[in-house]
């Protein structure tokens, strides 16, 4: 009975999140979407700094345009985001595969004696052969954060920890890449 009750609650949610979407992308007020609104949208939203695709936009909408009246009432919207949030799941999986198959792969490269874990000498070796070749890199940070992964605290990670780890590692460059494009957007 609990299982049913988070699927309504959950779908009450989708629900009003898209009804609050619809209406925030319907400037006009006149209970429908049209192409340039959401084209307008996308650029305040989402595509700020990206290069979006405007023919492949163009396509979407007018899949879901059933009438051919060139606007989306709600449940056209409706659609139409269904379809581009299942778009999205399938993209983001493909992304978790291709990714968890280069950790293991990483992984295994890294535990030189094979035994399933990776040491802390393991991972400082693989740094100075790879990734740190000419630069100064610190053990202390770097001991640190195996030490923040190692949840059993026995000297080692598996996998699983080992994930984690990179995860944080991956998210912390990805925040100061996106530091540094800010910057230099202000300095232009």
Do not use: P
């Not at 778009?87 to 293991?104: L, N, R, W």
């Amino acid at each position: 009975m609990q299982q049913g009750n988070n699927c309504c609650q959950e779908k009450k949610e989708c629900c009003e999140k898209a009804k609050a979407t619809f209406e925030q992308m319907d400037s006009n007020k006149d209970g429908f979407v049209s192409f340039q609104e959401l084209i307008t949208f996308m650029e305040q939203s989402e595509c700020k700094g990206k290069d979006c695709c405007k023919e492949q936009a163009k396509a979407t909408f007018d899949k879901f345009d059933a009438d051919h009246n060139g606007l989306l009432d709600f449940k056209e919207f409706c659609e139409m985001m269904k379809e581009i949030h299942h778009q999205k799941e399938e993209k983001c999986c493909g992304e978790k595969k291709e990714c968890c198959e280069k950790a293991k792969a990483t992984f295994e490269q890294i535990d030189s004696n094979k035994d399933g874990f990776v040491s802390f000498q393991e991972l400082i070796t693989f740094m100075e052969q790879s990734e740190c070749k000419g630069k100064d890199c610190c053990k202390e940070q770097a001991k640190a954060t195996f030490d923040k992964f190692d949840a059993d605290h026995n000297g080692l990670l598996d996998f699983k920890e080992f994930c984690e780890m990179m995860k944080e590692i991956h998210h912390q460059k990805e925040q100061q890449c996106c530091q540094e494009k800010k910057e230099c957007c202000q300095k232009k």
